[in-house]
């Protein structure tokens, strides 16, 4: 009886240990909390609606209502200016939507990538997605290094040769809409620009002809779909993947991004083989990728995987923001009927009686070229970009302590009433609410 006393006694003080350990370590966090408010809190911002979550709430509410969250980002910053922060427990975060700060951020490598969302790109739910590829590649000699490689895949002479294949694409969708024109049949326009995309992305930078206009058993659109569907569930919700209502769709993302991968690792093995029979083969981007490789004398399994990472990294970013901006364009076209009629004039006076469009034909549409940068600067290619603030710093006359979290808001941008982008004015001259008063750069 008295072993057991003491066992009971003993348990007890363990217990009453650990309740106070937890009781300091809990106050410890708290006054952490409190010393990061004290450290940010000038910045201006929405108040806080929880001294421990911060923020937190604003978003849940959002996602459980399926709504967009950068329409939130732009109501704060209608509010609070172009440089405003938010919480989330011990974390703080900027978010800047000045034009000047913004390319300032972007442009110089002493901004590295945050951590917080790049490496989560690494994989998705465990499945390794974007890896160390061109878009998440943190160290910027790592990144300068991919980019110089590519570079050649991206040159005028090049792409002048590709103008065959982009002509063709181009004939095939027209023969598209056209049979559904005959049948009276409504067209969804991004999903056939999504074909149109995937086909060109395939066979200029893979030397693949998939022909999805056609072929409706492919598996890469919807695996590309589901991937990026995957990754903003994976990057906004740490909670997702734990709940077993998600766990069929996880699956199903995590066996999109291998069939990915799978497809890259097929397809640079038989590019390879080629290169070693010393076959003629197109200077495209999956050259340039085994090319990146081959610089290295003994390749291993991370040489082989980082191949894959940009394999991907082109397959999805190459096709998805293209075809996501010319839907957008098409549709804003379709609302404005004077542009469309602008638009069409200067096709007809360019081309002609031309049945194909030759690449310096494309520098005489000067219009059309309006036309899709003011496209992209109403719904960007991506809403915006991160970076770490080591260093204390100054953004509009806002002081910025070192070590916080820095999301460059391109898709504000466009709605920044104190910008203007004609080259020689001022930027954001508004007393004191803009962006630095700095002169536009000459572009």
Avoid at 218 to 231: E, V
Avoid at 343 to 366: A, F, P, W
Wanted: net charge negative; proline share 4%.
């Amino acid at each position: 009886m008295a072993f057991f006393s003491s066992i009971a006694g003993c348990s007890f003080y363990v217990l009453a240990l650990i309740f106070v350990l937890c009781c300091v370590a809990f106050t410890g966090y708290c006054l952490y909390i409190k010393y990061i408010h004290w450290k940010y809190d000038h910045i201006p911002g929405p108040p806080r609606t929880s001294f421990l979550f911060g923020h937190t709430s604003h978003f849940l509410k959002v996602m459980r209502e399926d709504r967009v969250v950068h329409d939130l980002f732009l109501q704060w910053a209608e509010e609070y200016g172009p440089v405003y922060r938010i919480y989330g427990l011990h974390a703080v975060f900027l978010c800047v939507s000045c034009p000047e700060a913004t390319k300032d951020i972007l442009m110089s490598s002493k901004y590295p990538k945050d951590d917080m969302v790049y490496k989560r790109l690494f994989s998705l739910f465990g499945q390794r997605f974007l890896g160390n590829g061109l878009v998440t590649a943190q160290s910027h000699e790592q990144w300068y290094k991919q980019r110089r490689i590519m570079d050649p895949a991206f040159s005028s002479l090049y792409l002048r040769g590709l103008m065959g294949q982009f002509n063709e694409r181009a004939e095939r969708l027209m023969d598209k809409l056209g049979e559904l024109a005959d049948s009276n049949t409504d067209a969804n326009m991004h999903q056939l620009v999504n074909c149109v995309t995937l086909d060109v992305i395939a066979k200029v930078a893979f030397g693949v002809d998939l022909d999805l206009l056609k072929q409706k058993d492919s598996p890469f659109p919807n695996a590309i779909l589901l991937c990026l569907k995957g990754m903003v569930y994976y990057l906004r919700d740490h909670t997702f993947q734990y709940m077993p209502k998600n766990q069929k769709f996880i699956r199903e993302v995590k066996e999109a991004a291998l069939l990915l991968r799978n497809t890259g690792a097929e397809w640079i093995n038989e590019r390879r083989e080629a290169i070693q029979r010393g076959e003629d083969v197109p200077k495209d981007i999956l050259t340039q990728i085994i090319k990146t490789a081959n610089k290295e004398e003994l390749m291993d399994k991370q040489d082989e995987e980082q191949m894959l990472d940009n394999f991907v990294t082109f397959f999805i970013a190459g096709q998805e923001t293209t075809a996501n901006q010319l839907a957008f364009a098409i549709m804003e076209l379709a609302r404005l009927p004077d542009i469309l009629a602008k638009v069409t004039r200067e096709v007809d006076e360019v081309l002609g009686m031309n049945q194909e469009i030759s690449y310096d034909d494309l520098g005489k549409m000067g219009y059309l070229s309006q036309v899709l940068k003011e496209t992209l600067r109403l719904y960007p290619t991506a809403p915006g970009t991160s970076r770490w603030l080591a260093d204390d710093t100054v953004i509009s006359g806002v002081r910025i302590p070192g070590g916080v979290a820095c999301f460059a808001l391109l898709l504000l941008l466009s709605f920044c009433p104190r910008t203007t982008i004609l080259p020689g004015t001022k930027l954001c001259t508004d007393g004191g609410q803009g962006c630095d008063g700095q002169t536009a750069p000459e572009v």
